[in-house]
């Protein structure tokens, strides 16, 4: 008998018509000769291979689960800390743009004018305070005064020059 069951099924050849038709009828019959048959023992058995192998697999990951938990939490604490020192980057490179500024051409520049206008009104005020003084007294020592107050008068006018001409040639692009 050549049919298209026994091409595909060739264990099945060696029964009868009446044991197929039994094998049909009887579900026992059936799944008794069914699980007797190498394609199906072979699927089984890849079947427990593969469970077996799924097992294996499960008790590695089980295994390794607490050190990638306390890698994972190694993880977040340095990225914790890595995001706490940007924070602290962005935080310490705003003090160095203050700290710099003071030491900046512009800020330098701005600081020498000041000074040297503090410079000229002091010089003003002591020439004021000397000529207010000299008109309200006229004593003895009239002279050494009059030297002590060119002596220092002088010398305040001289830092008053210098920052003046220092202020110049650095408008005028001399200074580096």
Do not use: C
Request: glycine content about 2%; charged content about 30%.
């Amino acid at each position: 008998m050549a049919s298209p069951l026994l091409a595909d099924f060739p264990e099945l050849s060696h029964f009868s018509r009446e044991d197929l038709e039994d094998l049909l009828a009887d579900p026992q019959y059936f799944n008794a000769i069914f699980h007797s048959l190498k394609r199906v023992k072979a699927l089984y058995q890849a079947q427990a291979d593969l469970g077996l192998a799924n097992e294996t697999i499960a008790r590695n990951n089980l295994a390794l689960q607490d050190a990638l938990y306390k890698l994972r939490s190694e993880t977040k604490d340095a990225f914790d800390e890595a995001k706490r020192l940007e924070a602290r980057w962005t935080e310490v490179e705003r003090e160095q743009r203050e700290v710099y500024q003071r030491f900046s051409d512009q800020f330098l520049l701005l600081r020498l004018k000041h000074a040297t206008t503090a410079q000229d009104e002091l010089t003003e005020a002591l020439a004021s305070s000397f000529v207010q003084g000299s008109a309200e007294t006229t004593t003895s020592n009239n002279g050494k005064d009059i030297d002590d107050f060119v002596k220092e008068f002088r010398e305040q006018r001289k830092t008053y020059h210098k920052r003046v001409i220092w202020g110049d040639r650095w408008s005028a692009g001399q200074v580096h």
